[in-house]
């Protein structure tokens, strides 16, 4: 607590216990719940720390700014990632937590961790209030607390502080970092960050439109502040978006300027493993598989945390190496398991060898988790096409043309593929042949 604070913090306590209202603050230790057992984990605990920031909760007097708190969680989650020797649940799983009341316990058991990380986010005019905690949930007890009663200009600096404050209570030595120089945010230029972080509002609803109105922002990000790495990788993924889509006039155009963009941000910081990881995925859309899975593992090298590198599993399957695929896809499900994309992939590595009934648990448990995105249902209606589950293959393949009413799968293979032949996926390419898709 700040010397500061100190006498209004104690009237405010001495208000509430007139009141009868119980006091939300508390000192470090003082708070305790149910501890976690190792044995209910859902994942062996990891030998490092091993935390989860859980979705702060926002109350933001601008409407505009309503993505603040989001953003904020996402960044600790982000710059703990960073830290070494840690172990730290991708920022992609925390969204599964919006708004839910879960205890400590709860969350630790169902993602095999010790540390839960919890706040509060307030901003009323220029004034900023951030309140965050740490549980030990092995030990069911808060370990530390503080509240941060700043200036809303002074936010990229309470989240570089707040990281440090949080690794150092876990005992977490960090010495060999160099803590005046070190950014969580990457930059020091706010309107940059807001700029960068508004884009989180389109991503709701990912349309030609909006895909160009975040594109926008980035680019005004980086004019604001051309060393900030995050925008560029951003405008990456935008530019992949737009090929991918059909949302720009040209893909081989959109994919080339995405390429730049990535060599641009390693160009900055060769030591940013999101920007290795950016990269991995231009070559991988480029079918430069080999040279993807490079950048994929020199991602993993420098971060561990960085769950994005670990696609370099697509780029084994599509190499037709699905073996070698797993441990990249386990992995991924290790760091981010409240998102489809590893259960996905691990789908694939069953699918694309041929093995169907191994394949349909996986691609039904990323159905689950994302249930809008067709992709789960064509593969889930290839597996029982190629077992001669008809009726079943039926209705999957009306859920891909619900999701999708102008899809075929000769465009899907020949557009929607990163192959260079179909006889290095030959098993999956002849299930999608077996789909029953009307012929027109």
């Not at 231009?282 to 561990?304: F, G």
């Not at 899809?407 to 032949?421: M, Q, V, Y």
């Amino acid at each position: 607590m700040r010397p500061k604070n100190l006498l209004c913090v104690t009237i405010l306590l001495a208000l509430l216990v007139n009141m009868g209202i119980p006091c939300p603050l508390v000192s470090a230790g003082s708070e305790t719940e149910a501890p976690a057992s190792i044995k209910n984990m859902a994942y062996p605990l990891p030998d490092e720390p091993s935390f989860v920031v859980l979705p702060f909760i926002g109350k933001i007097d601008e409407p505009d700014l309503d993505y603040i708190a989001d953003t904020f969680t996402s960044d600790i989650s982000y710059g703990l990632s960073t830290i070494p020797g840690v172990f730290v649940i991708s920022w992609h799983s925390i969204p599964a937590y919006r708004g839910k009341k879960v205890a400590c316990k709860e969350v630790a058991e169902e993602l095999g961790i010790q540390y839960v990380i919890k706040g509060s986010l307030e901003k009323s005019g220029d004034n900023l209030r951030i309140k965050a905690q740490l549980i030990d949930a092995l030990a069911g007890k808060q370990i530390w607390t503080d509240n941060y009663d700043r200036q809303f200009i002074d936010i990229l600096k309470i989240q570089d502080e707040m990281t440090l404050d949080i690794a150092k209570s876990a005992g977490i030595k960090i010495d060999n970092m160099k803590s005046e120089k070190w950014s969580v945010a990457g930059t020091n230029n706010l309107d940059a960050y807001l700029k960068n972080n508004e884009t989180f509002k389109y991503f709701r609803k990912l349309t030609p439109d909006n895909n160009e109105k975040i594109k926008k922002m980035y680019q005004e990000a980086i004019a604001l502040d051309p060393n900030y790495i995050s925008p560029m990788i951003g405008l990456v993924y935008n530019y992949g978006r737009e090929a991918r889509f059909g949302f720009s006039d040209s893909a081989e155009k959109s994919r080339e300027q995405a390429l730049k963009m990535a060599q641009k941000a390693i160009g900055i910081d060769s030591s940013n493993a999101s920007a290795h990881a950016s990269l991995g995925r231009v070559y991988y859309d480029l079918k430069q598989h080999d040279e993807s899975i490079s950048e994929y593992n020199k991602a993993i090298a420098i971060n561990p945390n960085e769950a994005d590198a670990y696609n370099a599993g697509w780029a084994y399957c599509y190499s037709g190496r699905a073996i070698e695929a797993i441990p990249y896809f386990e992995k991924k499900k290790r760091l981010d398991p409240k998102s489809p994309w590893a259960y996905l992939g691990l789908g694939h590595t069953r699918l694309f060898q041929g093995k169907y009934e191994e394949a349909i648990p996986y691609l039904k448990k990323a159905l689950e988790i994302n249930p809008r995105y067709f992709r789960m249902n064509l593969d889930l209606a290839a597996c029982y096409a190629a077992l001669g589950r008809q009726e079943e293959a039926k209705v999957a393949a009306e859920q891909v043309l619900k999701a999708s009413p102008k899809f075929s799968i000769d465009r899907f293979i020949n557009s929607g593929l990163p192959i260079e032949s179909t006889e290095i996926v030959k098993p999956y390419i002849d299930a999608l042949r077996m789909i029953p898709f009307p012929e027109t």
